[in-house]
């Protein structure tokens, strides 16, 4: 059975791979700030038949990331989900703000390639899934700190699988509009009244020509796939999946 280590599966994007994962085999260990919604998670995996343990981890620090890879024996695959937004351009984005994001989604990211590239060497090779943004390939107004992180993620992504394809190890990043989350739905219960909530929600389906946002799940099926042997002629890729955004840009 092969590990997939997945960051931020508590809920949402995260949770939805942890599912497809599971559902194709792998022993799932979930990397969460949040114990308590990873263990959710985890309880839904095994009352499916799966295996899943957590990992209590606040992928910006490098001691709380260490000493959670040092108690995994073995990765098979990775996904770097884990991730916070920032609204604002680069006036709006003080120094505080600027590093709050970097330290999740840049160092984060980092951070678990550092500790699980190793673990991969040593079974001879593995996948690594990291999540990127259409914000690391187009300009996305009032998104300054986000897209400078989610760029980061791209580039990253393609370092890692120049500097390993004679390793057995692939990397790759998926790159989503926006998605139907927790997320959303806390944004617009924190930052607009309830009669405002349905119009706003509507402008942010809209902004997908496809005409709403994509699905936790559809996001999961492509990390699912860049993942398994089925993709294994595939690395240094990033895959759009935003219902017609880019084609529009």
Do not use: W
Not at 49 to 62: F, K, L, N, R
């Amino acid at each position: 059975m092969k590990t997939a280590v997945i960051t931020g599966a508590g809920s949402g994007i995260g949770q939805a791979i942890a599912y497809n994962l599971s559902a194709t085999g792998h022993r799932i260990i979930i990397l969460d700030r949040s114990e308590e919604a990873g263990e959710a998670t985890a309880a839904q995996i095994k009352s499916d038949g799966g295996t899943a343990e957590v990992i209590a981890c606040d992928v910006s620090s490098t001691d709380s990331v260490k000493a959670a890879f040092e108690k995994i024996d073995e990765v098979h695959v990775l996904v770097n989900n884990a991730g916070i937004a920032s609204i604002g351009n680069v006036q709006d984005c003080d120094p505080e703000e600027l590093d709050r994001v970097y330290n999740v989604n840049v160092k984060g990211v980092y951070l678990c390639l550092h500790y699980a590239i190793p673990k991969m060497l040593a079974n001879g090779g593995g996948s690594i899934v990291n999540l990127a943004s259409i914000a690391s390939k187009i300009g996305i107004m009032d998104r300054f700190a986000y897209s400078m992180s989610k760029g980061a993620v791209y580039t990253m992504s393609l370092s890692i699988a120049r500097d390993y394809i004679d390793k057995g190890i692939r990397c790759n990043c998926v790159c989503p509009a926006r998605v139907h989350t927790p997320f959303v739905d806390s944004y617009l219960e924190k930052n607009y009244e309830a009669d405002q909530r349905p119009e706003m929600f509507k402008s942010l389906s809209e902004y997908q020509p496809i005409g709403r946002m994509g699905k936790p799940e559809e996001i999961a099926e492509l990390v699912g796939f860049l993942a398994s042997d089925k993709a294994g002629f595939i690395t240094g890729s990033a895959y759009d999946i935003d219902g017609g955004v880019t084609l529009l840009r």
